[in-house]
């Protein structure tokens, strides 16, 4: 079966400079989730579109932007990059119903030199 | 606000002996209950999930989890263990309603030969 999608797996930047992660959801899911995990820490919730909208937002810096397209991928845009940006990101995706599981992708390996 | 607790850091325990994972939540209103396997430098694997029925829920790989509401938990369990389920495991909940999941911090299991 068709899985999250994330690309790059693995992705490093100096300080201060600008990084952009894509995620294509599972086919027919219009929901898109980003998340960060910072070394052995929980994934953090940043964001969430839904159709093109976003949906809820979480502890996502304002240096940060993200946004899903018309295709549903989605982007995640990170400006001024920092050290402690340095984490794994991930990219889920759902359908839009009542108790519908996130399926996550496999990550985006970001390190910050 | 919403939040779940996990309050061993590693889980012992012998191949063969069963398995059991602690999760206690906290959320206003009805709750969506998930567990999620990651392995090394891996994703987040979905494993099941709690939305309403029976208390019982049986998932994927042989896991099961019990909610149990006068508790506020949602034990994960596994009656006869495998080395290859050494990994770590994620409880989450969201808020029927809400996108946003909240994991918890991770409880790392080892199944030692």
């Known amino acids: 079966a068709a899985g999250v999608i994330q690309s790059p797996r693995h992705l490093i930047k100096e300080k201060r400079e600008t990084a952009t992660l894509k995620c294509y959801p599972i086919?027919?899911?219009?929901?898109v989730y980003w998340y960060q995990q910072g070394p052995g820490q929980d994934p953090q919730f940043l964001i969430s579109?839904?159709?093109?909208?976003?949906?809820d937002k979480g502890s996502i810096p304002d240096r940060f932007s993200a946004q899903q397209f018309s295709d549903y991928h989605s982007e995640l845009n990170m400006s001024s990059l920092e050290l402690g940006d340095s984490a794994l990101y991930f990219c889920?995706?759902?359908?839009?119903?009542?108790?519908?599981?996130?399926?996550f992708g496999p990550g985006t390996r970001l390190t910050v030199l | 606000a919403q939040s779940v607790a996990q309050p061993e850091d590693q889980v012992n325990v012998a191949e063969g002996n069963p398995l059991t994972v602690k999760c206690t939540y906290s959320?206003?209103?009805?709750?969506?209950l998930f567990w999620y396997v990651q392995y090394p430098n891996r994703g987040l694997q979905f494993l099941l999930k709690?939305?309403?029925?029976?208390?019982l829920v049986k998932g994927s790989y042989g896991f099961e989890a019990e909610f149990n509401k006068s508790q506020t938990s949602f034990h994960l369990k596994k009656p006869s263990a495998l080395v290859s389920d050494s990994a770590l495991y994620f409880c989450?909940?969201?808020?029927?309603?809400?996108?946003?999941?909240?994991f918890g911090i991770g409880t790392k299991l080892q199944v030692i030969p």
């Open positions: 889920a995706s759902s359908s839009r119903t009542p108790g519908d599981t996130q399926y």
């Open positions: 086919p027919r899911h219009d929901t």
């Open positions: 579109f839904y159709e093109k909208m976003q949906s």
């Open positions: 959320v206003s209103g009805n709750p969506y």
């Open positions: 709690y939305i309403t029925g029976d208390n």
């Open positions: 989450a909940v969201r808020r029927g309603g809400y996108q946003k999941v909240t």
